[in-house]
């Protein structure tokens, strides 16, 4: 694909939480009143065919526009070690993100070459509610480019943490790639496009993929979907929508005390955690519910009716009902002193076959968003250790890395600020 086109012939851009059937719809057949629906603030819309994330916005996709059903990971190392070549391949992945975001129409060449794209969506292309997120690993800021004084405060190379058995071949990178769309051959054809344009620098070091089943319209405080043990999912999530609450937890600020070229980026923790799930099954019920503190069919807090309910700590300090050691009361006690540790969860459901011991090869590719490493996954990872669903989990690899800000301009590209 090619970012040369004269811009009158580029599509519509529109504002970050702005979706469009695009492909179901064209942009011409769009009336004003659709245009005016669909790009209301509030209102984000849950998966349908071809609809069309933003690429432009200052904060990049995939942090705070609505889940999609697939997801993938793909962590990529740097071959030269020269910061052109760098710039170089930031700002093909820039072009090439935009360009697949909004199905920009391939580049015909001369049929003695190789075609400029995969075909496997068709001729026509298609969105379905692909995003791309561009992150870097603590790895980019050693003294290969030269960026050591740009770190940023708190990015650092992921240490082993309580319970680890952290596979090298699964774990950090120079740079990761988050994708996720509604359709999972969308995922396949973005990352090869995304890869053929860089292959000159960006070896790939390991990937994940999976899925979600997201709500079809979304409501803070109760979700469709579940994890691979069989609970509800995203519950008590953070609100997408609650842009004060993004920007107090999720994305870096001017006063955070960040190198300025960060500011609009956040914090991402990555964790590929496999999940026991032969002895999960083989685990009571009435356990399992107290291991997660969770109904596990209404995905109520234990002793409340309703998925939405507030757990109620405060009037039960022993734990009657949710135990004291339950991973959703560990994971955020809903204290005043534990409201600045909230992170967003982005994460997926993976299943990759088997391993040598016939155990299935089950878990969750675990994904949070947050303004500080050390208030938000890192404080919330401390208050789990020791928690019984560690038995039953383990986590395997993952990494540290800093989703740059986003790109707010025609020619501006990820990482333009860091590299200036
Ligand atoms: C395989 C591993 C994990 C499983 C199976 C799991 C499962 C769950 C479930 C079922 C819920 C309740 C529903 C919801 O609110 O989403 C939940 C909530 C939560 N989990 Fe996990 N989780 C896992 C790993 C983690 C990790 C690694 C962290 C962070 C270090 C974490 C942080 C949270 C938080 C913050 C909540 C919300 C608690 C609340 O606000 O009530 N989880 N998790």
Known sequence: MSGDRPPEERPARLGRRAFLGSAALGSAALGAAALAACTSDEEPRGPGPGRQVPFLGSHQPGIDTPAARFGLLAAFNLVHEDRA?????????TDEARGLMEA??????????????????????????????????????????????????????MPFLSNDRLDPAQTHGDLLLALSADQPDVLLH??????????????????????????????????????????KDGTANLDITDKALMDELIFVGADDGE??????????????????????????????????????????????????????????????????????????????????????????????GFDNAGRLDQGLAFVSYQKSLTRGFL????????????????????????????????DAWLGQQLLA
């Open 190 to 231: 973005a990352l090869r496009q995304l890869m053929r344009r860089t292959r000159d620098n960006l070896v790939l070091h390991w990937m994940l993929d999976g899925y979600n089943r997201p709500d079809a319209k979304p409501v803070p405080g109760r979700t469709d979907n579940r994890n691979l043990l069989g609970f």
């Open 259 to 352: 190198p300025a070229w960060a500011v609009g980026g956040s914090y991402q923790a990555v964790r590929i955690i496999r999940m026991f799930v032969e002895f999960w099954d083989r685990t009571p019920l009435n356990e399992q519910q107290k291991i997660i503190g969770r109904d596990k069919a209404s995905g109520a807090p234990l002793g409340q009716d309703r998925e939405s309910d507030d757990p109620g700590y405060a009037e039960d300090p022993a734990g009657r009902h949710v135990p004291l050691d339950a991973h959703i009361r560990m994971a955020n006690p809903r204290t005043s002193e534990t409201a600045g540790s909230r992170i967003l969860r982005r994460g997926f459901n993976f299943s990759r």
């Open 104 to 157: 920009r129409p391939p580049e015909r060449r001369d049929t003695a070459y190789p075609p400029t794209e995969t075909g496997i969506l068709g001729p026509d292309g298609r969105t379905d509610g692909l995003a791309v997120t561009v992150s870097v690993g603590a790895s980019l800021f050693d003294d290969r480019f030269g960026l050591g004084d740009r770190q940023p405060r708190e990015l650092v190379r």
């Open 379 to 410: 404080a919330v990872q401390a208050r789990l250790k020791g928690e019984p669903l560690e038995e039953y989990i383990l986590p395997v690899g993952g990494g540290f890395f800093f989703a740059l800000p986003g790109v707010t301009s025609e």
């Open 85 to 93: 070549r760098l710039a170089k391949s930031l700002r093909d992945l």
